[in-house]
């Protein structure tokens, strides 16, 4: 079965900080991929997605993932984190077979220091 | 631009009554999910709706029905209520040959009492 793991609950950087954001995936094929983003008591709004291609996906706000298919990897990126940054963020596969639905992973929590 | 709208945001009920939260997709898209998100917990995909007929389901409880209308909203009808269903849950829209690219409304807060 596929599965999303996200293996740090809670990370916590400063300001002005480099980010990585860890994802792993288990999946069968080559996978559809995305991160979401989910501040407190809001919904979920996506960052960025990999289908296929270019393995380095830019994305909205200065993010950007890479996909590894080596290391089943899909880390989330940002060279230089802003408070408002400060969110749950979460890994998602697309699920195998005749279905749409999307897998997520447990989600890491974000805390930005000044 | 127009993004998915859910209704109500917020609901408290009682245990054992029943519940109705609607979603509305952006224009022009004809599949809809649902997800239930628990408190700490990540979205746990429910049902889907193309095209006004069921494409997929999760893990729904036999307590809660849905469908799509021919305007493609969605409600999500929950009978029953147990503790057990307060939850955000989750409504989101994409278009045919885009279905991965799913857009997620702001939610509606159940809370059951």
């Known amino acids: 079965a596929q599965s999303v793991t996200q293996p740090d609950i809670h990370i916590t950087v400063s300001e002005g900080a480099s980010l990585e954001l860890r994802c792993n995936y288990s999946?069968?094929?080559?996978?559809?991929l995305f991160w979401y983003v989910q501040s407190p008591g809001q919904g979920l709004q996506l960052l960025l997605k990999y289908f296929s291609g270019d393995t380095l996906v830019q994305g909205i706000k200065g993010f950007e993932a890479e996909f590894k298919r080596s290391q089943s990897s899909f880390n989330l990126r940002k060279p230089s984190v802003h408070w408002s940054d400060a969110a749950e963020y979460f890994c998602a596969v697309g699920a195998l077979g005749n279905t749409d639905k999307l897998i997520f992973g447990t989600g890491t929590r974000l805390q930005v220091f000044p | 631009a127009a993004g998915v709208i859910q209704s109500p945001r917020h609901l408290i009920k009682e245990k054992r009554e029943t519940a109705t939260l609607k979603c509305y997709p952006i224009p022009r898209h004809d599949t809809v999910y649902w997800y239930q998100q628990g408190p700490g917990q990540d979205p746990q995909f429910l049902i889907s709706?193309?095209?006004?007929?069921?494409?997929d389901k999760g893990s729904i409880p036999d307590r809660f029905s849905a469908q799509q209308f021919s305007d493609y909203h969605s409600e999500l009808n929950m009978s029953s209520l147990e503790l057990g269903d307060s939850a955000l849950y989750f409504c989101a829209s994409s278009m045919t040959g885009r279905s991965y690219e799913q857009y997620f409304g702001p939610g509606t807060r159940l809370t059951v009492t």
């Open positions: 709706f193309y095209e006004k007929m069921q494409s």
């Open positions: 999946y069968g094929a080559t996978p559809y």
